[in-house]
């Protein structure tokens, strides 16, 4: 993923920014219920995590044979608590 080198200090900044935005805007995070650092910031990750649970739940409700456990809800990750 890193380069080795850098041609020029813009070119490190330039990857150093296109990771950054990635790694808080599109890379989702198992400690904060795998979403991204920005929604939680936002606070988009609740609304998230309740569209996950009910597109889950018509996911399993249509196919029940795809999913190992029966009349057992998987769980979706909860969110951190504030301090």
Do not use: C, W
């Not at 020029?8 to 330039?14: E, T």
């Not at 979403?35 to 990750?45: E, Q, S």
């Amino acid at each position: 993923m890193f380069p080795e080198r850098f041609g020029s200090l813009y070119d490190a900044r330039a990857f150093m920014n296109e990771l950054v935005e990635y790694y808080n805007h599109e890379y989702p995070h198992t400690g904060i219920g795998v979403n991204t650092p920005a929604n939680v910031h936002f606070g988009l990750a609740e609304n998230t995590s309740t569209q996950r649970s009910e597109i889950l739940a018509a996911a399993r409700a249509a196919n029940p044979e795809r999913f190992t456990t029966r009349g057992i809800m998987p769980k979706i990750l909860n969110l951190p608590q504030h301090a």
